[in-house]
């Protein structure tokens, strides 16, 4: 009789246990695959249960009925059999992840379920022609000629997974290689000890390193996977998204974005907030059954399914807008949540993964623009995109070039009727030589953090200008200044380098800045602003009277000047309500000491009004629009 050694099994069952642990986590959405590992884990630990008791009931045959012993043995046969089955499915849905073609996974599951029925076949046959193990008359357990068949299946199942491997492998990520370079030979080598050492038994041992390397690869997902919502996170997002490209897959992607989120927050706790999150996560997570769900940022969710038609596409964006025209409820509250959404279909993409992953970013906010909220990738957006890249390519060598110019516009003193004051304003030319509106640049500059050199280029150009000018009769000159430049710890000593450098006192720069860029911090600009104003420099306040405006940031900020918005006087000559408004910001502001600049002024009849209404400053195409550096000399040099 063969004298076998348990130890192995009862380490390796509890490495399964351990593993299973690991894996319990109440709150996480388990997905199909989750649920599969966990059924593999189950399986595993009561093959090892089994075998064990296998192994005291064949040693003590003589105390155990014969038929007792044939049954435990049969479903042992049995149920190792259909673990490796189980491992081979989980192996064959990793390799198939990013591949829609059903070929694949039909043909897998047939051949798997055919192996399946044959080895159940031949264990059921296995009590009358004792294939497979039989008792001889003592009860001695012998073992029959095809007792090595589970080891067949193992071979054949690992060809099986070998060959969906080579065939799909343009579409199969580093760590699903990583595992099938490690899992094969690993059972084949513990399968080959087993084969030469009868009494030792490493089926157990095969299960559980099984078990142990997909864990480490796959279960164990906080690398792949948003912590708050069990989902898919941005990085795996992206790998799906690569491996589904490269694999030449025809997809869909619908994001939706959370719009005005951060009053749930408010209004509700962060707790609760995170629990709408969880449970928009998990419906997004089975509202297709082949779709695969992603945070792919704070409050964007994105939706990878396969493609089918443009029509279906668009039924599941329906399906999605749907269902948040509807209440969510969580516990006992009730909220209606608004998003927008997007939707891209990936269908020969000429486009790669991180110019996808930027595009939707872009495409997503547009839909916040729009009054649908909704938008969906055609040429237009593609046509965008590449204009917004190529913008950002002659940004990025006009930085390094230093292409930009400096161009000012005269401010006109109504005090004292003359121009004694500018404002900087940068331009910027194509390869051909044409303009290119700093209202195109300068929101991506800020994007991408170029726009801090290019605010210094700025500061230089007029610096120098200013102190090689000394007979100009311009009192100060404006700069418009950007956040960046703000959170620059060395602000202070670049402005006064460059002002020393050139001869000039602090006064003879205004720095405008809009209400958008306060707000992002205001105690830390307070204080910047504090510092800056005590050492002379003048603080303006831009576009005041547009969306951002409020009055108490003017208040409680040390600025020396307002400019009021062009859009103020848009209608100012017509409609006396608007007239009443500027007359009243303007004795507003004088009332709190500060001057008033009017910005934008077109025509002699505005410029009339705001002189009647006692403005300081004004400052528009009625006068003189943005001219470069030598136009400007000329401008100011030329006698009224
Ligand atoms: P802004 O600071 O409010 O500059 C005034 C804008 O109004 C300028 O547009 C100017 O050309 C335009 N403007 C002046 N008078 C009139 C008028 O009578 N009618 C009309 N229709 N427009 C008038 P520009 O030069 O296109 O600049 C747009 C914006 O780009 C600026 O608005 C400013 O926010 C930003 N910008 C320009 N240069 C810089 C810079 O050096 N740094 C930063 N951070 N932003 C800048
Ligand atoms: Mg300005
Ligand atoms: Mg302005």
Known sequence: ??????????????????????????????????????????????????????????????????????????????????????????????????????????????????????????????????????????????????????????????????????????????????????????????????????????????????????????????????????????????????????????????????????????????????????????????????????????????????????????????????????IWQIGDIRYGLSACFGLMTCNQQTLEATQIMEMLTMMMEFAKQKEQKEIEYDKDIELMFRKKKWLEELLLDSVEKKRFEVWYQPIFNCKTQQFDAAEALIRLRDYEGHLISPADFIPLAEENGMIEEIGWFVWEEVCRFLGTHSELPLQAVSINMSMQQFMNQHLSEKISDCLERNHLSPSQIKMEITERVVSYDMKYMKQQMEHFAEEGLVFCVDDFGTGYSNLSNVMHLPFACVKLDRSLFEKFTQHSKDRMVVRSMIELFHSMNLQVVAEGIETRQQQELLHAMGVDYIQGFYYAKPMPEADMLEFMTKPL
Request: charged share 15%.
């Open 1 to 326: 009789m063969i004298n076998w050694s348990l130890s192995t099994e009862l380490l390796s069952l509890i490495i399964i246990i351990m593993t299973a642990l690991f894996c319990y986590d109440k709150k996480q959405i388990k997905t199909r695959r989750d649920r599969l590992f966990d059924l593999i884990l189950l399986m595993s630990a009561l093959s090892i249960l089994l075998n064990t008791v296998c192994v005291f009931t064949i040693e003590h045959y003589a105390d155990v009925p014969h038929g007792l012993n044939m049954v435990l043995n049969s479903v042992y046969f049995l149920i190792s059999s259909s673990t490796c089955t189980a491992f081979a499915a989980y192996l064959f849905d990793l390799l198939l992840e990013h591949v829609y073609d059903k070929h694949c996974r039909t043909k897998a599951l047939v051949g798997l379920s055919i192996l399946t029925v044959i080895f159940t076949l031949l264990v059921l046959l296995n009590c009358q022609n004792g294939l497979l193990f039989y008792f001889n008359e003592q009860g001695v357990y012998c073992r029959g000629p095809l007792n090595k068949a589970g080891y067949m299946l193992l071979i054949i199942e690992l060809g099986m997974i070998g060959m969906c491997y080579h065939r799909n492998r343009a579409s199969i990520g580093r760590s699903v290689r990583r595992v099938m370079y490690m899992l094969p030979p690993v059972a084949l080598l513990l399968a080959f000890f087993q084969l030469s050492f009868s009494g030792l038994l490493l089926n157990g041992t095969i299960m559980a390193f099984a078990a142990l390397i997909i864990f480490v690869n796959f279960q164990n997902l906080q690398v792949g996977q948003d912590s708050l919502t069990g989902i898919g996170n941005r990085k795996s997002f992206f790998e799906e998204l690569s491996l589904r490209l490269k694999g030449g897959q025809k997809f869909q992607i619908l994001l939706v974005s959370l719009c005005g989120f951060a009053a749930v927050n408010q209004q509700f706790g962060y707790r609760k907030g995170d629990e709408f999150l969880y449970h928009i996560a998990k419906w997004l997570e089975e509202v297709h059954p082949s779709g695969r769900a992603f945070r792919f940022s704070n409050v964007t969710f994105a939706l990878i399914c396969p493609y089918e038609d443009d029509d279906s596409a668009r039924k599941l964006l329906h399906q999605l807008k749907e269902r948040f025209d509807d």
